[in-house]
């Protein structure tokens, strides 16, 4: 079961920058940051409120580290905006398996680290009416209890 939206996806140029507007507009803290290598990406996450299947929502700002990232090619493309939305389920792998099923592409044979240990996948934009779309099962125990 999808339970959640975990977090919208915002790419930027410049990470402080774009966490500060929305510190200064919204009132929107930074709850966390890190660098996923493996994603290309160094990125902020903004906790917007909890779920009530006992995770949160963030948005997620997103600035490439590298060129050749997926990040930097969208955004040489299409400057900064929305890039990803991604839903929360407790079982990613069991989400994954069953919307392959249905014909729609997973990228990702298992699920990879995403922001603050979670588990994280993607299904193609263009099987999702435009929408690239992300699936995550938190790390944290209380995030990951369906109701
Ligand atoms: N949203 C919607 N459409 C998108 C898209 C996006 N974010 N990214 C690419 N597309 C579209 C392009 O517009 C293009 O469409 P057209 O052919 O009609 O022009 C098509 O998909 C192919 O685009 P591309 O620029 O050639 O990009 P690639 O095929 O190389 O990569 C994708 C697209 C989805 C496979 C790649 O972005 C990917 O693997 N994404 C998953 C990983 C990721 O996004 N990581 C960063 C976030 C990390 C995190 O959230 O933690
Ligand atoms: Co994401």
Redesign the pocket.
Known sequence: MLTRIDHI?IACFDLDTTAEFYRATYGFEVFHTEV?EE?G?R?AMLRINGTDDGGSSYI?L?EPVRPDS??A??LD?NGEGV??I?FGTADVDAEAAAIGEKGVRV?YEEPRR??MDSR?T?L???DCH???T?LVTSASPSATTDH
Do not use: Y
Request: glycine share 12%; net charge positive.
């Open positions: 996806g996923n994603q990406v990125e997620q997103l997926t990040v090619k969208w493309k890039h990803h991604a990228l995403g922001s994280i993607f193609h934009p263009k435009g929408v690239l992300e």
